[in-house]
């Protein structure tokens, strides 16, 4: 039966962390996947999450299936987190949130949701946005449209251009935005941008669709949330995929959220009904382990200090490597302008390489970055900083 399945490529993100592992260069740099490091190279456990782990192992009586949304306390947690304490949607019970395994399951439970009961509706997503948007929310079913989110050559966001294509999107459309910390190009919608999308959205009746896998990592943990709380302030309906992945540093425990605002308390209940059994048909039931420390970290005052503390030092370590990788650049006498490295956020940008210099940066120097030459800032530090520039500039 099997003879017939044809070997797939490896993936072009995970694929690169193989390539790394297998490589015995004592300078070999990993700027592939999208993993928060420390200055040892390490992907740490956050402390406060430890320490809920810890309370955890020394309370938990069971390993009974729990509720299919997830704890109450989770989602009241991560709601408020996202739409903010004061969030009328949450006051007047037009919103939801359900447990899901990482941000990508809430992608796809929404994505899952979306074609079963919205067969026909188109869901824009930016060019360029996060590789597997595409398969995972495309083989879901999703229609999916591009618009222009990214000059390359001046690298900033190409606002006009975005507006303009999303002139086409009506209501019963769907458009994907990410959050913050744009995955992959770092490239963020200033307020006035936020204002202009959230008034289109209005006026045209489109429904924003916000990844957020990256809420804090890129100006703070309220200031990365201004546009969707500015759209959830605005408009009737909005659908939220929300990761801990990276802010609370549970990659491998798959913990996110779906939250979505309805127009009324009744539309978002019935919404979230249909959240839960779509949920049902794909893995049943949700994950425990992520959410228990999470909801431990979010309600109590002395670990969620410490945990903010930890999300502010990987934030500012990313921030800081952005300003010291441009300064090495002019340091060594490099003509090209980075500077635009030091105006985006989060953990990526583009180097604006060419698929052969990334290659041969690959082959002869052991750095890796995804193809378009994405980088993940955070594989920066300063043992490996001056080798990484002055291998840049060989390339250029
Ligand atoms: C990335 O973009 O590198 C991360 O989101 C990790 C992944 O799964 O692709």
């Known amino acids: 039966?099997?003879?017939?399945?044809?070997?797939?490529?490896?993936?072009?993100?995970?694929?690169?962390?193989?390539?790394?592992?297998?490589?015995?260069?004592?300078?070999?740099?990993?700027?592939?996947?999208?993993?928060?490091k420390n200055e040892s190279g390490n992907t740490p456990i956050i402390s406060a999450i430890k320490k809920a782990e810890q309370k955890l192992w020394e309370t938990e009586d069971s390993k009974s299936y729990i509720a299919q949304a997830g704890p109450e306390g989770f989602n009241r947690h991560m709601a408020s987190m996202v739409l903010g304490e004061n969030s009328a949607a949450i006051n007047d019970q037009r919103a939801c949130s359900v447990l899901t395994p990482g941000g990508s399951g809430a992608l796809r439970v929404i994505a899952e949701f979306v074609s079963a009961n919205f067969p026909n509706t188109r869901t824009w997503i930016s060019s360029p946005t996060w590789a597997n948007h595409i398969p995972l929310l495309g083989s879901a079913g999703l229609n999916l449209v591009e618009y222009p989110y990214y000059n390359y050559d001046k690298h900033e966001i190409d606002i006009d251009q975005m507006m303009d294509t999303l002139k086409q999107a009506t209501a019963g459309d769907l458009v994907l935005v990410h959050g913050c910390c744009h995955n992959p190009c770092g490239g963020d919608l200033s307020k006035e941008q936020w204002q202009a999308f959230a008034e289109a959205a209005e006026?045209?009746?489109?429904?924003?669709?916000?990844?957020?896998?990256?809420?804090?990592l890129?100006?703070?943990?309220?200031?990365?949330?201004?546009?969707?709380?500015?759209?959830?302030?605005?408009?009737?309906e909005v659908i939220i995929a929300s990761s801990c992945s990276k802010n609370f540093g549970l990659y491998r425990e798959r913990t996110g959220a779906v939250i979505m605002l309805g127009e009324s308390a009744d539309q978002i209940s019935a919404s979230a009904s249909q959240l839960l059994s779509t949920a049902r048909q794909i893995y049943s039931m949700p994950p425990s382990h992520g959410a228990a420390m999470?909801?431990?970290?979010?309600?109590?005052?002395?670990?969620?200090?410490?945990?903010?503390?930890?999300?502010?030092?990987?934030?500012?370590?990313?921030?800081?490597?952005?300003?010291?990788?441009?300064?090495?650049?002019?340091?060594?006498?490099?003509?090209?302008?980075?500077?635009?490295?030091?105006?985006?956020?989060?953990?990526?940008?583009?180097?604006?390489?060419?698929?052969?210099q990334v290659q041969t940066l690959g082959d002869d120097y052991s750095i890796y970055m995804v193809k378009s030459s994405r980088i993940n800032v955070a594989g920066i530090s300063?043992?490996?900083?001056?080798?990484?520039?002055?291998?840049?500039?060989?390339?250029l």
């Open 203 to 216: 006026k045209q009746g489109f429904t924003p669709f916000v990844d957020l896998a990256y809420q804090g």
């Open 218 to 236: 890129g100006d703070g943990l309220e200031e990365d949330v201004y546009g969707v709380r500015l759209l959830t302030e605005k408009l009737p």
């Open 294 to 356: 999470v909801e431990m970290v979010l309600s109590e005052p002395e670990l969620k200090q410490e945990w903010l503390l930890e999300l502010t030092e990987m934030r500012e370590r990313i921030n800081g490597l952005r300003s010291q990788l441009v300064a090495k650049f002019k340091e060594i006498g490099v003509d090209q302008d980075f500077s635009f490295i030091e105006r985006e956020k989060g953990m990526f940008s583009f180097l604006g390489l060419s698929p052969e």
């Open 1 to 36: 039966m099997f003879q017939s399945i044809e070997r797939r490529p490896p993936d072009p993100i995970l694929g690169l962390t193989a390539t790394f592992k297998k490589d015995t260069n004592p300078n070999k740099v990993d700027l592939g996947a999208g993993v928060y």
């Open 382 to 395: 300063n043992s490996n900083i001056d080798y990484l520039a002055e291998s840049i500039a060989k390339v």
